[in-house]
């Protein structure tokens, strides 16, 4: 498969950016290559001839390299589930100095029981600038996590911001993948397999064990992680909807493979088991040269979302705009499911257009990348997020309820809008942080306040 280039891409963006040149971190941005699709066997090199032909681990490897397995699912995992991808690199990873533990203060892992998490529905304001110098690993902030990362289920939510990048220091996380979704400002993220230009409107996935830094585009950044500790994230199944539609395979983005030969020192932070560990190193860790393989990093535009919705009547399950799914070992119940509200169009004949109001078993994590979501229409800014775990109610404003139980039943569209959900079937339990921020607000519940009793029965 030819490689797709980042400029060709540029009337699909709908962030409408091509990169060229060097940027504010002194990054230069040319117009990248992708490949094209999800869950392939890719195969990719920087040097002509770096890639041996036939086998994965010949006596000799060319140009000098050494071969790496990294094993993404256990050796036997089914085929069809199962994941890995040869590096060929200028050092292998046993080259690395001595690790000392690294503090954190923002910084959580499941279990996390640092307060009491009320059975209530909750909503933050979008976090103020940070302004002292700071990188994408040290602007973590954990607001949340389930089940249980020794025993590989459940997630981690996090928000991120950075004002610088991160230069010679570099990450694993061996505890989950990461799933960034931007909301401001876009990101360079530099993995083993090559580089992602990722802004807000895209989302990009780096997995579990894989090494990366995240550098700056075009200024200061800030969005929203999840770290998945469970089953890694795949494409949800279509079903009844057929051979096309939801997100598609073809769209989604591998880097092509791009080294860094440096010998300069260098420091890699592993996250493993809840803990931080520093490691010095001699040299540049993304130095592979070539690769081939499954476990492979990718971005993916949400506009590309081919959104399904009722032509009769009815809400649908908001179900029905999952892009990525992280199966739990209950058919159907989900460790994790990343859904998203995108622009569409609503046209159902004697409906409520709106979502109802709703108690689920499942527990719902939202945040708002751009616009206004449709069932609020005050206090949930773009950069905010909510929390709905399990049965808590939740359900239109007060406003919202009046405004869409009287409109004309006309087709109407959404525009100009993108939210999201992570919704996990295990209850987040908030760190301590989440529920003493000056930005938990503290009237929520307000906006229901005007739903009145209508009872005209006897």
């Known amino acids: 498969m030819a490689p797709r280039r980042g400029a060709g891409r540029a009337a699909y963006n709908s962030a409408g950016r091509v990169f060229s040149g060097a940027t504010a971190s002194g990054v230069t941005m040319q117009a990248l290559s992708y490949l094209n699709g999800f869950g392939n066997e890719f195969e990719s090199e920087a040097s002509p001839g770096a890639l041996p032909r036939g086998q994965f681990s010949p006596q000799k490897l060319p140009l000098g390299l050494y071969a790496e397995k990294f ?128 802004a807000p409107g895209e989302i990009a996935l780096v997995p ?68 931080l560990f520093s490691t010095a190193l001699g040299h540049c860790p993304l130095d592979v040269v070539a690769w081939v393989g499954t476990a492979v990093p990718f971005k993916y535009e949400l506009a590309r979302f081919n959104a399904m919705n009722t032509v009769t009547y009815d809400h649908p399950d908001p179900s029905i705009f999952t892009v990525l799914t992280s199966p739990s070992a209950t058919p159907g119940v989900a460790n994790l499911d990343f859904v998203i509200f995108p622009p569409r169009w609503t046209v159902a004949e004697h409906t409520f257009r709106p979502p109802w109001f709703h108690r689920n078993v499942m527990s719902e994590f939202m945040g708002l990348i751009h616009g206004q979501y449709d069932a609020k229409k005050a206090g949930f800014e773009p950069g905010g997020m909510s929390l709905h775990n399990a049965f808590v109610p939740h359900g239109p404003e007060a406003g919202v309820f009046e405004a869409a139980s009287n409109a004309p039943l006309t087709p109407s569209k959404q525009e100009h809008t993108m939210a999201f959900m992570f919704e996990s079937r295990y209850v987040f339990k908030l760190t301590a942080w989440a529920l003493n921020t000056p930005t938990l607000q503290a009237d929520y519940a307000g906006c229901w306040r005007g739903l009145e009793r209508k009872f005209t029965g006897a």
């Not at 550098?215 to 992680?225: H, K, N, P, Q, S």
């Not at 092509?256 to 890699?268: G, H, I, N, T, Y």
């Open 208 to 275: 579990r064990g894989m090494k990366f830094k995240v550098e700056l585009v075009d200024g200061a950044v800030r969005g929203y992680v999840c770290e998945n500790y469970g089953a890694f994230l795949r494409l949800a199944e279509r079903g009844p909807v057929g051979s096309d539609g939801y997100a598609n395979g073809r769209d989604f983005m591998t880097p092509v493979a791009r080294f860094v030969d440096d010998d300069s020192p260098a420091e890699l932070v592993t996250k493993f088991q809840g803990r």
């Open 71 to 198: 094993s993404y699912t256990a050796f036997t995992a089914p085929r069809a589930e199962n994941r890995r991808t040869w590096f060929y690199r200028i050092r292998p990873s046993v080259l690395q100095g001595a690790t000392e533990i690294l503090a954190h203060a923002g910084l959580r892992t499941a279990p996390c029981d640092e307060g009491v998490t009320p059975p209530t529905a909750l909503r933050w304001d979008p976090q103020p600038p940070d302004t002292a110098p700071h990188d994408f690993l040290d602007g973590l902030l954990t607001v949340a996590t389930n089940g249980d990362c020794h025993a590989q289920q459940g997630v981690a939510v996090h928000l991120y911001s950075a004002n610088r990048g991160m230069g010679q220091r570099y990450m694993q996380n061996s505890d989950g993948e990461l799933l960034l979704v931007p909301q401001s400002g876009a990101l360079a993220v530099h993995t083993e397999c090559g580089l992602l230009e990722v």
